[in-house]
């Protein structure tokens, strides 16, 4: 029949086009700890491991991105490494990985500057909520990266990892396209702040205990960066001017355990016209 002319079903029980090219599903009946995609495949499909039982994977460089919503909820999944030539980390791709314990973010770009004219390199890009509800997750390593080539970050990346304890950040970073339409970004005060900015509701309800901005993040105006972290109780800036008319909506909210914050100067009206600052 004409299903049976456009796919095929692997040994293993993976689901391809007929090719073997194109991997669609890897199936939660697999059982095998270590997920091994075959050398045939060119390209994954969004949401083909979803579900699925491996502890461990590598992803291959030659796929280019991780695709959205590729890797929710895998359960038992521990351990992933994301070769370097990975330039994009779609929306939700992690999602509800409740085992996923350490992450590397490779940073391949060379050279991307944002809205450059002639710019042949993209940036690397990690979609909004693509480690959310990863609840054992403790370690999230960026690589460093020039000015020239942020990340650029959806929001809500690392909301509700409750194991995660201590904030993680790239050298440089761009909000994403989304973000900044939401908030109705058009001037980060300067040119330096476009590179230091934290998503909306990064770590929301994360179990982050401290944290300490660095000193190039000076664009406080995104939502609900810390919103619900009951057990955030010291944050540092290290910078000392900061940029904006105002600190984000519910940036701190529900963050009972703060004792004392210290807004560094530059913020014109730090709490003017925002919402739900409770501590």
Do not use: W
């Not at 992690?94 to 060379?110: E, K, Q």
């Not at 999230?140 to 020039?146: D, L, M």
């Not at 900061?242 to 529900?254: E, R, V």
Request: aromatic share 12%; net charge negative.
């Amino acid at each position: 029949d004409a299903d049976s002319e456009s796919f095929q079903i692997n040994d293993k029980g993976m689901l391809l086009d007929i090719s073997g090219q194109v991997l669609y599903c890897y199936p939660a009946s697999i059982q095998d700890e270590i997920a091994v995609i075959p050398e045939s495949v060119t390209s994954v499909v969004s949401g083909a491991f979803a579900g699925a039982s491996m502890k461990s994977i590598v992803f291959p460089a030659k796929f280019g991105e991780v695709a959205p919503y590729l890797f929710m909820n895998c359960d038992q999944l521990e351990t992933v490494i994301i070769e370097a030539g990975i330039t994009s980390i779609g929306e939700y791709a992690f999602a509800d990985c409740d085992s996923l314990l350490r992450v590397t973010i490779p940073n391949t770009a060379t050279t991307a500057v944002i809205g450059a004219a002639g710019n042949d390199h993209t940036p690397t890009t990690v979609g909004s909520y693509a480690f959310a509800g990863c609840n054992s997750l403790t370690t999230v390593v960026f690589e460093e990266t020039a000015k020239e080539s942020p990340y650029v970050l959806g929001t809500h990346l690392f909301e509700n990892c409750t194991s995660m304890t201590e904030m993680a950040l790239p050298n440089y970073s761009y909000l994403s396209a989304e973000d900044r339409e939401t908030l109705g970004v058009t001037d980060y005060g300067s040119e330096e702040s476009k590179y230091g900015n934290i998503p909306s509701y990064m770590f929301a309800g994360s179990g982050i205990v401290s944290a300490v901005i660095p000193e190039n993040y000076t664009f406080l105006e995104t939502n609900g960066v810390f919103m619900n972290c009951k057990a955030l109780a010291s944050l540092t800036f290290q910078a000392e001017t900061l940029n904006g008319m105002s600190i984000g909506n519910y940036y701190f909210y529900g963050c009972s355990a703060i004792k004392e914050l210290d807004i560094p100067q530059g913020i014109l009206s730090p709490f003017d016209g925002s919402e739900g600052y409770q501590f």
